[in-house]
C-alpha cells in the first residue's frame, strides 16, 4: 500500500494534499481511452498522418485487447463484446450483450474458431470467433471470482478461480 499511495503523492511530502489531488484529475482529464492502430514504418511521435484507425466505443477498462484471425476483440464490463476489422477498424459488432453481466478482469482468449471470456463473478462464456454477432456457444457459471485470464497450452483449457484450478481437454 506505501507504494501506491508514495505515486499518489505527486509534491513528495509524505502526504495526500488537495494539490495532489488535483494534479491527479487534471492528468486524468487530458487521457484519452482508445484503441488506435498504425502504420507501419514510424518513428518516435507519431504523426496523425500514421494513424490507421482508432476507435473509442466498447473500450474495456481491464482486459487487453485480443487479436484473433484478423479481428480485435474487446471485453467490456457489463458482458458486452466488441469485435473490430484489424485492417479497417469497422465494427463488425459493438457492445453486444453476452448474458453474462458483471466485471471483466481476464482478457479474452480464443482458439479453434472460439473466443473464450470469463467475468469477475466466474461466469465463463464460449463463442464463435467472426460474424456479424457473437454467436455463443457454451456458458458454464463456476459460482466464484476469475480475475486470471484463462490459459491454453497443448489441447487443455486452464482456468484458475478463486479456490481451484481447473483443465479441461480431449
Not at 488535483?22 to 486524468?28: Q, R
Not at 456457444?137 to 484463462?150: G, V, Y
Request: aromatic fraction near 8%; glycine fraction near 10%.
Amino acid at each position: 500500500m506505501e507504494a501506491f499511495f508514495r505515486a499518489k503523492d505527486l509534491d513528495g511530502d509524505g502526504k495526500i494534499t488537495a494539490e495532489d489531488i488535483d494534479g491527479m484529475k487534471a492528468s486524468m482529464a487530458k487521457g484519452e481511452n482508445l484503441l488506435v492502430a498504425i502504420r507501419p514504418g514510424g518513428r518516435g511521435e507519431l504523426s496523425e498522418s500514421k494513424v490507421a484507425w482508432k476507435q473509442t466505443r466498447g473500450l474495456p477498462l481491464v482486459p487487453s485487447a485480443l487479436y484473433y484471425r484478423g479481428q480485435i476483440y474487446l471485453m467490456k464490463e457489463g458482458g458486452m463484446v466488441s469485435c473490430y476489422d484489424a485492417k479497417t477498424g469497422r465494427a463488425a459488432y459493438q457492445q453486444e450483450r453476452l448474458n453474462a453481466p458483471g466485471n471483466y478482469y481476464a482478457s479474452p482468449i480464443a482458439a479453434d474458431g472460439r473466443v473464450i471470456v470469463a467475468s469477475l463473478d466466474g461466469k465463463v462464456t464460449v463463442f464463435a470467433a467472426g460474424g456479424d454477432s457473437p454467436k455463443i456457444l457454451h456458458q458454464s457459471d463456476f459460482k466464484e471470482r476469475i480475475a486470471a485470464t484463462p490459459a491454453l497450452a497443448q489441447n487443455q483449457l486452464y482456468l484458475r478461480t478463486a479456490t481451484a484450478l481447473y483443465a479441461f481437454g480431449k
